[in-house]
């Protein structure tokens, strides 16, 4: 369990050009690559839909090193409704809250130098003002639950994750798998958790050799399997085995292969132009616009 890695979140956007923007401009993310399908993923990374869509790695370095956002477009859809679920991504990057400012964006101070913005879909993001870290700026990420003992009981007992601090008071946990990674916080809403049709997943590496294991312990614990271990293919790259999960508040939970996806997740360098090239030839907000209809709301 020493080797798991946190990934990455996978958020739905609707606007892509505004997203990018956030990523970019905002954010100060770079584009680690990018790849257009033109139908849905065995494992429902772009959610229920079976249309073109398209994904988008954005992040501060390298996945081997930093945790990053997955950014996933369905061509026929322009907004999805957000619940409770996702409550945030917290970031350290006084350049963010200036970026941020110069633009124009909003930002709402929360406490002493941290500032509560919100990308394009309103996906919230907490920036601690403080010089950006050297090593992975994105500090945690955070979700809703609706009951804090059992979620830490999956989360540790089951996913074997470190808990690094536990406030019953506040009703939160922060939890991870290594110091020097991104950490996971679980804090409870006070009542059921909604996904909305927002819905992310949180994505973690392992050893291949672990995957069987995993899948086989939630089928004896009777915990929840959306999707059991698969073999995904990209055209032209490393092939990568995942099996999905789902938490006892259904947040979905993605575990990969390590040795695969380390080939998969190279930096591309043409990933900001094949990005531009997809959004400058995507014609579908013209095409609604035209026939006076609007895309549709999942």
């Known amino acids: 369990m020493a ?9 739905k956007v609707g606007d892509r050009a505004r997203t990018a923007r956030f990523y970019r401009e905002l954010l100060g993310m770079r584009v680690l690559r990018h790849e ?25 370095g390298p996945e081997d090193e930093h945790f990053v956002a997955e950014l996933t477009y369905n061509y026929g859809i322009g907004e999805y ?23 124009g964006w909003p930002l709402k101070e929360v406490t002493s130098g941290v500032f509560e913005t919100e990308a394009p879909g309103g996906y919230k993001f907490y920036l601690e003002d ?4 050297k090593q992975d700026p994105v500090w945690k990420v955070t979700l809703g639950v609706s009951d804090l003992q059992r979620s830490v009981s999956y989360w540790s007992g089951l996913l074997g994750m470190k808990i690094y601090e536990k406030d019953e008071e506040k009703q939160r946990a922060l939890l991870g798998y290594a110091d020097n990674q991104c950490k996971l916080e679980l804090k409870a809403v006070g009542g059921a958790v909604d996904h909305g049709t927002a819905f992310g997943r949180i994505a973690f590496s392992c050893a291949k050799d672990e995957l069987p294991g995993i899948e086989a312990l939630m089928k004896k614990e009777n915990q929840k399997i959306l999707t059991p271990l698969v073999s995904l293919d990209t055209p032209g790259k490393a092939t990568v085995q995942v099996v999905i999960l789902a938490d ?7 575990f990969v292969g390590d040795e695969a996806f380390r080939e998969l997740s190279k930096v591309d360098p043409a990933g900001d132009k094949l990005l531009d090239d997809a959004m400058a030839a995507d014609n579908s907000d013209k095409w609604f616009a035209e026939h006076n209809m609007k895309k549709v709301s999942a």
């Not at 080797?3 to 958020?11: E, G, Q, T, Y």
């Not at 403080?130 to 870290?133: F, G």
């Open 3 to 11: 080797a798991r890695r946190a990934l990455h979140f996978v958020f």
């Open 36 to 60: 257009e399908f033109e139908e849905g993923c065995k494992a429902s990374c772009n959610g229920p839909y079976d249309g073109k869509w398209s994904k988008t790695m954005v992040g501060y």
């Open 81 to 103: 409704r957000l619940g409770n679920d996702f409550l945030g991504i917290t970031l350290v990057s006084s350049q963010a809250v200036s970026n941020a400012k110069k633009m």
């Open 130 to 133: 403080k010089e950006q870290l």
């Open 248 to 254: 006892p508040d259904g947040h979905e939970i993605c």
